[in-house]
Every structure is written in structure tokens, then in C-alpha cells.
């Protein structure tokens, strides 16, 4: 699929027409506008000790391996965004292989290190997860999660209908708990990213920077109040323009009672795969009392709830919940702080509970009434996508929401609530890529 095809399909002749007219406004014959972009981004975030992640064409790469190597030696994370700007999709699970280890030769070639792939569109496939995982990648950053906190019924039809055509190439799903969390499919960390981006809502449904800033502000109430990341997509060729509304990001962040983990999306990889070690061992004791034993690193969220914790210093943390200091302590409490899990519930569920930060004990039905939550799912967690989700999604709220003794461990590090990725699609960086794109992805169809 080419862009101009591409582009009529999903925003219409006219849409297409204006979208023309912004690109030599944005883009410039030199490198001078994108860098000036790219710094703005990279400078708002210094200014909160964090970095952005920028995901960008091998191809686009090649032509400028000194501008990159420039925003890079700033801090900034620069990933894989194809070869050529195209989408997934469309190729076979060969073809996505060949043209993923061409982006990865560029990549070695200017000497720049890499950690993450992002698909042109988020048009990602099965396949795609395992090619990826095949080339070595740590993450993808293609699951998109909606957050429906514009009122669509303030915009004419035709915007209408534009917003919805970028839903759905998204594939994005409903935002919950448990879609904002980073999961392992295989070997391959799914970072979650987050819709309306800022073409959605400055192109697609033309608000103005203030809105986008409140917009902007509102999902990051929501993913704070949820605990989850907020990886915003800002295409840098709009960052100028959306520096206020960024501003206002990352001041709403700032403004919330527990801090918010303002990171590069590598830092999230990593971060969850030392998390994934994370273990729980508890013990019963005399008069109601259990020793709770956390096997994790010094970075840990270590968290307990409606529950007395004796042997450590704690501190208010989100609601009711305390943040424990000690990596062990003895909490009170008539039942085992934990979920139990029934003998006849597959491997996946204490696999899934163990990524989410839960303690679990397998035991008998009969049991049930001493543990914090017992789980029995003999049919485990469903077989589709949409019924994976749905069955996560509801386990994570009804467990997030128990009101009897409990542990876990928080998401983020450091007692962060929630995390917040800036990153950006370095689709062009001058107006001859912009054109040139038309001709590449073509010529990769061929
Ligand atoms: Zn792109």
C-alpha cells in the first residue's frame, strides 16, 4: 500500500490535500526544523531528569546518521519504526523478516543501538511478535489502548469518521488496569502505547493546543488513578506546535500526590524483565501472624493492604495501601495474605498472577476460605486475544479491588504510582523523505 493510497483510504481526498500543505510547514529542505523539533522534546524532558524514545525508518536513518547520533548522545532512545514506512500488515511473515534484518543492518551500520521495534500505523501481526523475537528485540510498542476521554459528539460527522478510521487502523483496545501494564509475549516485552496521539487529535479532529493539553493531562489522571504507563505517541513534526500541550503532560504528571516515572521505553523493558523475578515465599506464625518474605531487588514497590505490617517502617501510599520498607516483615491477619490457586487451574494462571506481582499457593478447594482470593479456572485464560484480555482485564480489577489482607508489588520502581514514555515516529526528517516514502514503500511491495 502506498502513502498516497494509504492516505486517501484513511483521511479522505480533501484530508489529504490539507495534510500536503502541513508538510511544508513542518518539514523543511534542510535537517534545521525536525532538529529544532527533536530538541524540543528531548530539552521539555530533560527538565524532569528523562528521556524520549524515538522510533524512525531504517531507510530515513541512513540519510541522516548524524542527526540521530545527536539527539542520541542527548539521552534520547531511538528504535526501529521498519524499514521503510510501511505496513506490516500487508507483508508476509517472510517478508517481515527480510525487511526487519535490513532495518537491523542500517541500524548496526550507523553504529546505532537499538532495543525496540514500533510498526508504521501499529500494524502489527502474530508474526510480526515472532520476528521480532527471532532478531533479538527486548520490545515491541504496537498494543494500543483507547482512551475515550474525548467527547466525539462535539465534532462534525466528518472529523467523526476520520477519528474512527484511525481507531480501527490502530486495532487499539479499551483502556483497563490490566491493558496500561507491559506484558512478555514470549520473549518479547509488549509495551503498551496510548490513543488519540497527537495526529488523531490535532489533524484528525483539529483541536487546538490548549485541549490537547487537557486532553492530554485527563489520561494521565486516568493512568495514574489505574497505575499503569502512558507511553504517548507525539510525531516530532508537530512537536513545536505541541510543546504547550506537552508542557501541561508532564505538569499534570508532576502534579500528583505519589510520583509519577517519567522513562524511555527501554528503561520500561528493562525494568519489567527485573520485575518479572520478583517472588513472594509467606509462612503462617503463631496468633494470626505471617511471615512475609519479598525475594526482589532494592528498586521494588513492596505494598501491603488493610493489614498491620510489624518488623518494618511504612508509608501512606495510593487509597489505603502502605509501602513497605523491609524486604521482610510479619503482617496479622486471620487469612493468608495471598490468592490461592486451585490444583485443576493451568500453568498460565500462576504464570499470569506471578507477572502481575501477586503472591499465589496452589491449594485444595476446601482451603479456599483461608486465602485472600481463590481462583479456579480449569479452562485458564481463553484461547483468542480478545478473551485473553477480557479475562485478564476482569482478574486484575477484582484483585486490585480486595478488601481482606493482602501484598503485592507495585508496578513501577521507588514507589512510583504510574510511568509516563514520551516517544515520537521520526517518520521524515526533510521534505524530500516525505516525498521519498512514496517511492519506498512502493519499491518494497515490488
Ligand atoms: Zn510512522
Redesign the pocket.
Known amino acids: 500500500m502506498n502513502l498516497i493510497f494509504f492516505s486517501i483510504r484513511t483521511k479522505g481526498i480533501h484530508n489529504f490535500a490539507r495534510r500536503l500543505a502541513t508538510v511544508f510547514t513542518r518539514f523543511g529542505f534542510t535537517e534545521r526544523p525536525t532538529r529544532r523539533a527533536l530538541r524540543t522534546v528531548v530539552d521539555a524532558l530533560q527538565e524532569h531528569q528523562a528521556a524520549p524514545t524515538f522510533?524512525i525508518?531504517a531507510i530515513v536513518l541512513g540519510r541522516h546518521p548524524a542527526l540521530l547520533a545527536e539527539i542520541a548522545g542527548y539521552g534520547a532512545e531511538i528504535g526501529i519504526?521498519?524499514y521503510v514506512?510501511n505496513d506490516y500488515r500487508t507483508l508476509s511473515s517472510h517478508e517481515q523478516y527480510v525487511q526487519t534484518e535490513k532495518a537491523i543492518k542500517v541500524f548496526r551500520k550507523t553504529n546505532m543501538a537499538f532495543d525496540g521495534f514500533?510498526?508504521?500505523?501499529l500494524g502489527w501481526t502474530e508474526e510480526s511478535l515472532e520476528v521480532f523475537s527471532q532478531l533479538g528485540f527486548t520490545y515491541d510498542s504496537n498494543d494500543a489502548v483507547f482512551h475515550d476521554v474525548v467527547d466525539l459528539n462535539e465534532f462534525s460527522p466528518l472529523l467523526q469518521s476520520g477519528f474512527q478510521k484511525s481507531l480501527k487502523l490502530f486495532q487499539a483496545v479499551s483502556c483497563s488496569t490490566y491493558a496500561l501494564r507491559p506484558y512478555f509475549s514470549g520473549k518479547i516485552l509488549r509495551i503498551p502505547t496510548s490513543i488519540p496521539d497527537d495526529e488523531m487529535l490535532f489533524d484528525r479532529l483539529r483541536i487546538t493546543n490548549a485541549q490537547v493539553g487537557a486532553v492530554w493531562s485527563k489520561v494521565m489522571q486516568r493512568v495514574y488513578d489505574l497505575g499503569g504507563l502512558y507511553t504517548l505517541n507525539l510525531?516530532p513534526e508537530r512537536a513545536t506546535l505541541c510543546k504547550p500541550a506537552l508542557q501541561a503532560l508532564l505538569a499534570a504528571s508532576r502534579r500528583q500526590a505519589l510520583p509519577v516515572w517519567v522513562t524511555s521505553l527501554k528503561d520500561v523493558a528493562a525494568w519489567w524483565k527485573e520485575r518479572s523475578q520478583f517472588r513472594w515465599r509467606i509462612t503462617p506464625q503463631p496468633a494470626n501472624r505471617w511471615l512475609v518474605e519479598a525475594e526482589c531487588t532494592s528498586r521494588a514497590t513492596v505494598v501491603a493492604r488493610n493489614t498491620t505490617v510489624e518488623g518494618s517502617t511504612t508509608t501512606p501510599w495510593f487509597k489505603d495501601d502502605v509501602q513497605v520498607e523491609a524486604r521482610t516483615f510479619t503482617i496479622q491477619s486471620t487469612h493468608c495474605p495471598c490468592i490461592g490457586v486451585s490444583p485443576n487451574s493451568p500453568q498460565e494462571i500462576a504464570d499470569f498472577l506471578c507477572e502481575q506481582g501477586y503472591p499465589f499457593v496452589r491449594c485444595s478447594l476446601e482451603e479456599a476460605q483461608n486465602y485472600a482470593y481463590y481462583l479456579d479456572m480449569p479452562e485458564g485464560l481463553g484461547v483468542t486475544r480478545e478473551e485473553q484480555l477480557q479475562h485478564k482485564s476482569k482478574l486484575v480489577q477484582h484483585i486490585e479491588a480486595l478488601d481482606t489482607p493482602f501484598v503485592y508489588f507495585g508496578c513501577w520502581p521507588n514507589g512510583r504510582r504510574a510511568a509516563l514514555s514520551i516517544s515520537g515516529?521520526?517518520?521524515s526528517v526533510t521534505i524530500q523523505d516525505f516525498f521519498l516514502r512514496i517511492i519506498e514503500v512502493f519499491q518494497s511491495n515490488i
Open positions: 522510533f525508518p519504526h521498519g514506512h514500533r510498526n508504521p500505523y510525531h515516529d521520526i517518520d
